[in-house]
């Protein structure tokens, strides 16, 4: 079973950035998949954020973090990154990573699976 571990969240002011990670655990090579991030906020649907494929050649990002946020991978350190710029309060949410199957790009939501435990993000104002 594969299992996913994020981490980075914490609290930040508006404007400012952090930066998550995905770690896979066990004898799981991320490198094999599409990864997706996703956010939820409290009384509101998940939400996509970004994706990469696992040749990190493509990224795919939703509208509301486009030119703020950034994914990337280390396939050598088994990690995904979202680096988060600019944040603001409306960033405040749980933020968590996800499988997609590594031969369809763009992956439709529902197809991602594997899904980590999360990590709070709070942006104040």
């Known amino acids: 079973q594969v299992q996913l571990v994020e981490s980075g969240g914490g609290l930040v002011q508006a404007g400012g950035s952090l930066r998550l990670s995905c770690a896979a655990s066990?004898?799981?090579?991320?490198?094999?998949?599409?990864v997706g991030w996703f956010r939820q906020a409290p009384g509101k649907e998940r939400e996509f954020v970004a994706a990469?494929?696992?040749?990190?050649?493509?990224?795919d990002y939703g509208d509301s973090v486009k030119g703020r946020f950034t994914i990337s991978r280390d396939n050598a350190k088994n990690t995904v990154y979202l680096q988060m710029n600019s944040l603001k309060p409306e960033d405040t949410a749980i933020y968590y990573c996800?499988?997609?199957?590594?031969?369809?790009?763009?992956?439709?939501?529902?197809?991602?699976?594997?899904w980590g435990q999360g990590t709070q993000v709070t942006v104040s104002s």
């Open positions: 996800a499988l997609g199957p590594s031969l369809r790009w763009p992956v439709a939501h529902s197809d991602y699976g594997n």
């Open positions: 066990g004898h799981t090579f991320l490198s094999i998949y599409v």
């Open positions: 990469i494929r696992s040749s990190g050649g493509s990224t």
